[in-house]
Structure formats: structure tokens, C-alpha cells
């Protein structure tokens, strides 16, 4: 009902307009002056007699639009644009997205209920589910390690952390962080310890 009257108070209003702006066209190609007074309302009733004969069909079709317009604008329309209004302006409440374990997701709003918040947060794990930790390996293995992220000692002591670009016969060649795609040049024969970084279940 409310897109009824709201699509009659549209149509009517449309068919008005129409008939208006052709009773002032109609005005400027008789004469500018009664052009000018087709333009103004009220004042328009002036130049209704020199228009008539040209404009009265659809003055009569804009006259209808009008009453209809009024009647359908008094049935309701007023409310449902109020309505339409008042919906467009009211907040989308926000919600949290969770992935559970089958790879559907669950969408959790939050003013669902005073314990909304409490819910949610019993979803997120208690901690965390692995960590990141240096495992040491044997210096002979470093070519199995292309590609990881690495802590490498060298004989005099310097600490290079980093992740393995490429290797040459004699040398690797390492990514810090930082450093874009700038690799460092490590010889292997001064290579005294290497750690290798593994993921761990958290304890």
C-alpha cells in the first residue's frame, strides 16, 4: 500500500510539472511578457484566457495528476516516505564474522543480546595455537634450508637473522628484514651455527 500511494503522489506530481512548464512554453511563443506570467503561480491566471485554446488538455491532465497526488499524498504518502526516511538513517548494527572449523562463517550481531559480547569472546581461542621458535641445525644442511628464515652465527661472533635467497658454491646469500630485495652475501666457510625457524604447537 505505502509503494501505491507513493507512485501515484509521483505520477501526479510528475503530470503537473509537465502540464506547468508546457503552459509557460506555450506563454514565451505567444509573447514574452505572457511567458513571464505563465512562469509566476498564481499570477498565471492571467494568462489562462490568451492560453487556453493552446494548453487545455493537458492542463486538464496536469490538474488531474495534482488532485491525485493530494489525494494519495493525504492516503499515506507522507508516512511511508517518513518510514523510508527514518530507515535509510538508522545505523546497521555491527556484526563479527568467525570462520569455524568446516569453513562456513557464523555472523554474530552484536546487539542480540546483553551477553553478545561474552559469546563472542568464549568463541576466540583462551591462546594461542602455535608459536615461532629457532631450532638449531647442522651448518652442512644450510642448502636444505632455501627459502626459510634463518639465525646464523658466524666465527667471529655476528648474529645474522634473515631468510635464504639463493646459494653460490662457496657463499649464500641472505634477506634481512628491512632491506627490500637486497640480499647479503655469507661465505660458508664462516659459518659457525645455524638456527632454523619452525612453527611449535603453543604450550
Not at 120 to 138: C, I
Amino acid at each position: 500500500m505505502e509503494l501505491v500511494v507513493l507512485t501515484i503522489t509521483a505520477i501526479g506530481i510528475f503530470l503537473f510539472s509537465i502540464s506547468y512548464f508546457k503552459f509557460a512554453y506555450e506563454g514565451f511563443r505567444h509573447h514574452f511578457v505572457t511567458g513571464l506570467l505563465a512562469l509566476i503561480p498564481v499570477l498565471n491566471i492571467i494568462a489562462l484566457p490568451t492560453l487556453w485554446d493552446r494548453t487545455r488538455g493537458m492542463l486538464m491532465i496536469g490538474l488531474v495528476g495534482l488532485v491525485a497526488a493530494v489525494i494519495a499524498w493525504f492516503a499515506g504518502a507522507d508516512k511511508a516516505l517518513e518510514t523510508i526516511r527514518s530507515d535509510r538513517n538508522t545505523p546497521i548494527s555491527p556484526t563479527q564474522i568467525i570462520s569455524n572449523t568446516s569453513g562456513t562463517s557464523t555472523a554474530l550481531n552484536s546487539n542480540t543480546s546483553s551477553g553478545s559480547k561474552d559469546k563472542f569472546l568464549t568463541v576466540l581461542p583462551g591462546k594461542a595455537l602455535y608459536r615461532l621458535d629457532f631450532e638449531s641445525a647442522s651448518p652442512n644442511q644450510i642448502r636444505n634450508f632455501a627459502g626459510r628464515i634463518v639465525r646464523i652465527t658466524s666465527n667471529d661472533h655476528v648474529v645474522t637473522d634473515g631468510r635464504i635467497q639463493n646459494f653460490t658454491p662457496s657463499s649464500v646469500f641472505i634477506e634481512q628484514p628491512g632491506a627490500g630485495n637486497i640480499a647479503y652475501e655469507m661465505m660458508l666457510s664462516n659459518i659457525k651455527s645455524i638456527h632454523v625457524m619452525v612453527k611449535r604447537a603453543a604450550r
